[in-house]
T-cell receptor, first 113, second 114 residues
Framework: QKEVEQDPGPLSVPEGAIVSLNCTYS??????FMWYRQYSRKGPELLMY????GNKEDGRFTAQVDKSSKYISLFIRDSQPSDSATYLC?????????????FGQGTILTVHP | DVKVTQSSRYLVKRTGEKVFLECVQDMDHENMFWYRQDPGLGLRLIYFSYDVKMKEKGDIPEGYSVSREKKERFSLILESASTNQTSMYLCASSPEGTSNTEAFFGQGTRLTVV
């Protein structure tokens, strides 16, 4: 079993739709949860991170963590064509992990006008 | 503004060649990483380094080695390139810390081994 499993998609939605991206993880020691966005032919860039269970909101984006279920989600409201990218969940064990991240497989999202 | 620069965007090498992928960061970060990215597999950690001359194996180190002689530079070496090493290679750096440190990525090197 992979440490982090991500719904692979691909996902294609119309502009304005609400998008839900999801990951599950197996190691309860994981502490920090991140979402990276990667545009075509670019490196990933950090979109959001959370530490505790609950929701964190940033504009149209909401990250949700449920540690009891080992489940993390990213919601995008009022999706735009500029949101078309690959979204990667990433988890950091913290402590002496030296910032090593464990990534999900990535979900390719296309928002069409 | 953090910048992680990988020396090449695209590389084509022959089977058996020794290949060097170079990465330089300009933010004095202690941690540096090499990942490879393949469709359906996401990013997988090859090697990382948390200090000059220090290196640690990641999840898939076989067929690779690394060098970190200076803090800002982290090199990935394919000792004898094989076709199954055709992939996108991503370098990243992050500051020292034991709690949530953001990793900054380079633009990637797409390596094709023929």
């Amino acid at each position: 079993q992979k440490e982090v499993e991500q719904d692979p998609g691909p996902l294609s939605v119309p502009e304005g739709a609400i998008v839900s991206l999801n990951c599950t993880y197996s190691n309860s020691a994981f502490q920090y949860f991140m979402w990276y966005r990667q545009y075509s032919r670019k490196g990933p860039e950090l979109l959001m991170y959370t530490y505790s269970s609950g929701n964190k909101e940033d504009g149209r984006f909401t990250a949700q963590v449920d540690k009891s279920s080992k489940y993390i989600s990213l919601f995008i409201r009022d999706s735009q064509p500029s949101d078309s990218a690959t979204y990667l969940c990433a988890i950091d064990a913290g402590g002496t992990s030296y910032g090593k991240l464990t990534f999900g497989q990535g979900t390719i999202l296309t928002v069409h006008p | 503004d953090v910048k992680v620069t990988q020396s090449s965007r695209y590389l084509v090498k022959r089977t058996g060649e020794k290949v060097f992928l170079e990465c330089v960061q300009d933010m004095d970060h202690e941690n540096m990483f090499w990942y490879r990215q393949d469709p359906g597999l996401g990013l997988r950690l090859i090697y990382f380094s948390y200090d000059v001359k220090m290196k640690e194996k990641g999840d898939i180190p076989e067929g690779y080695s690394v060098s970190r002689e200076k803090k800002e530079r982290f090199s990935l070496i394919l000792e004898s390139a094989s076709t199954n090493q055709t992939s996108m290679y991503l370098c990243a750096s992050s500051p020292e810390g034991t709690s949530n440190t953001e990793a900054f990525f380079g633009q990637g090197t797409r390596l094709t081994v023929v």
